[in-house]
């Protein structure tokens, strides 16, 4: 019926036992399978490896075999994590440090891509950046509740109060809410 690949929409980790196909060939696959659906860290990898049940030397055998063929790279996901970060969904730095930390990425890694993907860009210019594309919903509000707005969104992005009061009184004081 369906006429579509008799292995479609199955997990690759958990097809049946096929005696052609190793654990470690299943493991490889089954990481592959994952990585199709987005990047992941070494430690994600490893984590999720780990948690179908594949034993250590297999699962670190399938992560040097993925690194040597660049499917994985924490230094260059934590380039394009800090980056996307950054510039599409603005975070403060100290926030996008604390995620990359908490996906595993090694903090020499962190910190090299900190540097490339935000070298000279100040957590002030971020906050600029989040908050003019949040003031389009942010307009026809009152202007206390609109300030009110502003500065949570800025707080819940991990801006300093400093800086996210900075940047809201710039904004209000250039008449963006009442434009927006």
Do not use: C
């Not at 179908?52 to 055998?61: Q, R, S």
């Not at 975070?91 to 996906?103: T, W």
């Amino acid at each position: 019926m369906g006429g579509g690949d008799p292995g479609e929409g199955r997990d690759p980790g958990t097809e049946a036992v096929d005696p052609r196909v190793n654990d470690r060939e299943r493991a490889y696959r089954y990481l592959l399978h994952l990585l199709s659906l987005r990047p992941r860290t070494e430690a994600e990898a490893r984590r999720k490896l780990r948690g179908k049940g594949f034993p250590n030397h297999i699962v670190e055998d399938v992560i040097a075999r993925a690194k040597e063929e660049r499917f994985l790279d924490d230094s260059l996901y934590a380039r394009l994590y800090a980056e996307d970060r950054a510039f599409r969904r603005p975070r403060a730095k100290r926030v996008i440090e604390q995620e990359l930390a908490r996906k595993g990425i090694p903090q020499e890694f962190v910190r090299e891509a900190m540097e490339r993907a935000l070298g000279g860009v100040e957590d002030v210019d971020l906050a600029r950046e989040a908050l003019k594309r949040r003031l389009p919903a942010l307009k026809g509000l009152p202007r206390e509740v609109a300030l009110r707005r502003a500065f949570s969104y800025l707080m819940r992005r991990g801006f300093p109060p400093d800086i996210a009061r900075e940047v809201v009184r710039e904004h209000l004081g250039q008449g963006d809410l009442e434009e927006a």
